[in-house]
């Protein structure tokens, strides 16, 4: 089957995705999606969004050959340079499209939610440079855990605020933030973070992120003179790996999604809905959600807090039954190893979330031995000093 | 005739306006639920009650603050099941339950709407279910001759409107401002407006009831007065339990009183 451009399709990946939302969201979402299929094909805009991520954010990002990793792990790796981008993750391809979509649509606020507050400082950066309002939900577990970035996003002129419902984690923060937009929903663009919530979300998210892997691909074939023949990346909400995958979809290449295992599947302390979880509608669309028996959603726990949500892309959830993409997750243990093991042998600090896609070059099936593998480095790890010193038992 | 039908009906020879009382069921504890829903109906002519959902994105703080009391005493659907039997044995006011897609969606749609219509409620309340997500739910809904209620809102341009009043089952609900639940000290101006839109769109053919907001008697009186044929209270009602935690009779006197003068608000409107 072809999957690259079919989906979603009225709204749905094959029954995932949808809208989920009150009443008063739905003349904004289809309002949004009008303004995004037009300019989709608007060659302004995208010459627009090209220049800016270019001269301002940095692209194309480097693919490194990571010789040091690769022979440690016994396969031909390849890092893809997300972490090099402005503000040090992949979330900026997005947070610039969505804000130039938002100006278009004369949105003068803007709001986020963020949860390892990438999300958040990606979305501040955008508004500062385009001059819009920003407020930006997180959960107060999470401004703990991340306060570099809380400050990063003060000092760019944000207003942080905190969310002390639920299990104060990233879920709630889109709860708030779907509670503002309900409220504010004429002024202002909800600036969704991940291939999450309602359609168009979904399907905008993947579409800005797929860059990643336009680039990837293109840079690949100048190297290697072939494709991968794995593509690795972890998957918390699933842009950063949607957005590599997308355009080797037809092609035979394998991929996997690797999830927050926590403390280990079994202990339930994870956020791994793709390996541990069902179908059920959480944020506006209808995916794969950790819950209970009574559909509450359940608590989750991950030592990287943007992978720490009880929910996932509906996309990713459509491709784990049409087993087109394989889905496996690594433990905070192994994801604080690979901290250790990307920086040590190349010099590199991956961000703990990105950490879990590199533990799993360890877990890769044996058929891949020597093979060519591309892992996307979403992001660096500079603000996740003080979480990895505490795991190590190291005292600043 | 569903008995939500039938209780409109009975209020426009009455030329009253319905008042429809919310609560979270379970809030504080299940045991108190039924005494609650027993002083309301007293006043209240339809009574909602809420299924508490751990992420309820319509809600603002105080009914937020209630799933809570209610999810922490261990309130489950089935608790909720057996409280609405149990209001059944002595009472045939209107039952409504509201509660999330996924608590509908978790045990199947057949399922849910089984054990809702077995246990005597009479229509059903899904905030986060718009109504192109809504077919397969309506359609299981009348099988079990339980009223899917839609939600319409400010932002529902007229020919949405119209197509909500004619999915619509028991009464429309018009959201009557934006934003979440939660009381408010004034009316939103667009009350009128929204009103007016639906009146358009139902051509009387479906009651129109108001909520988010509605907490004072003059509230009441003023959605009655624009044509509405009944409003929601729903934080109002959750207030008073909530600074009535440890009092339980102080808890059930408050409710009784507050409803008592809201329903007076309800009458005597029309000329």
Same mark, same amino acid.
């Given at each position: 089957m072809k999957y690259m451009n079919k989906f979603p399709a009225k709204g749905k990946f094959d029954g995932f995705g949808g809208q989920f939302v009150p009443e008063t969201l739905m003349p904004a979402l289809e309002e949004l999606k009008k303004a995004y299929l037009k300019l989709k094909k608007d060659k302004k805009f995208k010459r627009e969004l090209n220049y800016y991520l270019r001269e301002y954010a940095g692209r194309p990002t480097p693919l490194y050959y990571a010789k040091r990793l690769s022979s440690q792990v016994g396969l031909k790796v390849y890092l893809k340079r997300e972490d090099l981008l402005l503000g040090g993750a992949h979330k900026i391809n997005n947070t610039l499209g969505q804000t130039l979509l938002a100006t278009h649509m004369g949105k003068t606020r803007l709001i986020a939610e963020t949860g390892a507050g990438q999300h958040g400082v990606a979305t501040a950066t955008a508004a500062a440079m385009f001059g819009l309002k920003c407020d930006v939900y997180m959960g107060t577990v999470d401004m703990e855990r991340q306060k570099l970035n809380v400050f990063r996003m003060r000092l760019l002129g944000a207003r942080v605020i905190p969310v002390k419902s639920g299990s104060c984690t990233l879920k709630d923060a889109v709860n708030e933030a779907l509670r503002d937009w309900t409220t504010n929903v004429r002024t202002t663009h909800y600036l969704l973070g991940s291939v999450v919530g309602p359609h168009p979300y979904p399907m905008i998210v993947r579409d800005f992120q797929r860059v990643i892997g336009k680039e990837t691909r293109e840079q690949i074939l100048n190297a290697e003179k072939r494709l991968p023949d794995a593509i690795v990346a972890c998957v918390g909400g699933g842009s950063n790996a949607i957005g590599i995958f997308y355009d080797f979809l037809d092609d035979p290449?394998?991929?996997? $999604?690797?999830? /927050?295992? =926590? @403390? =280990? #599947? @079994? +202990? $339930?302390?994870? /956020?791994?809905?793709?390996?541990? $979880?069902? %179908? $059920?509608? #959480?944020? =506006? &669309?209808?995916?794969?959600?950790?819950?209970? @028996?009574? =559909?509450? *959603?359940?608590? +989750?726990? &991950? *030592? /990287? /807090? %943007?992978?720490?949500?009880p929910g996932v892309g509906p996309e990713h959830a459509f491709m784990k039954f049409q087993g087109r993409i394989h889905y496996d997750s690594v433990t905070d243990d192994e994801a604080m190893n690979a901290f250790k093991l990307l920086s040590e042998t190349e010099g590199i600090l991956p961000a703990l979330e990105s950490a879990h896609a590199i533990a799993y070059l360890k877990k890769m099936p044996r058929k891949f031995k020597g093979k060519l593998i591309v892992v996307n480095l979403s992001g660096r790890g500079d603000k996740d000093v003080e979480v990895a010193a505490k795991a190590m038992g190291v005292k600043m | 005739m569903s008995r939500i039908a039938a209780k409109f009906e009975e209020l426009r020879r009455r030329g009253e306006g319905a008042l429809i009382a919310f609560v979270t069921a379970g809030d504080p504890k299940p045991v108190m639920t039924p005494k609650i829903v027993k002083t309301l109906s007293k006043h209240a002519d339809i009574i909602e009650l809420g299924i508490a959902f751990s992420d309820p994105i319509a809600d603002g703080p105080t009914i937020q603050a209630a799933a809570d009391r209610a999810l922490r005493a261990g309130t489950t659907p089935s608790h909720v099941f057996a409280m609405i039997k149990k209001i059944r044995q002595t009472s045939n006011i209107p039952l409504v339950v509201l509660t999330y897609y996924n608590i509908v969606l978790k045990p199947s749609l057949e399922t849910f709407m089984q054990k809702l219509a077995t246990a005597g409620a009479d229509g059903i309340i899904i905030p986060d279910l718009p109504l192109e997500e809504a077919s397969e739910t309506r359609k299981v809904a009348r099988n079990h001759r339980v009223d899917l209620i839609l939600l319409a809102a400010p932002t529902t341009a007229l020919i949405r409107m119209k197509k909500i009043c004619k999915a619509s089952s028991g009464f429309v609900y018009l959201v009557s401002l934006l934003g979440v639940t939660g009381a408010r000290e004034k009316l939103s101006d667009a009350i009128k407006h929204i009103i007016a839109k639906a009146k358009i769109s139902s051509k009387g053919r479906i009651p129109l009831a108001v909520g988010f907001g509605i907490s004072k008697p003059a509230h009441v009186r003023e959605v009655i007065k624009c044509g509405a044929n009944g409003a929601i209270v729903g934080s109002a009602f959750v207030k008073i339990i909530a600074k009535n935690l440890k009092d339980e009779r102080k808890m059930l006197k408050e409710l009784g009183k507050f409803g008592k003068i809201l329903k007076s608000a309800t009458k005597n409107q029309r000329d």
């Open positions: 290449v394998e991929f996997y $999604g690797i999830e /927050a295992g =926590g @403390k =280990g #599947l @079994k +202990t $339930g302390k994870h /956020a791994a809905p793709l390996c541990d $979880g069902s %179908g $059920g509608v #959480l944020h =506006g &669309s209808y995916s794969v959600v950790m819950q209970d @028996k009574f =559909g509450q *959603i359940l608590p +989750t726990h &991950s *030592i /990287a /807090a %943007g992978l720490d949500y | -």
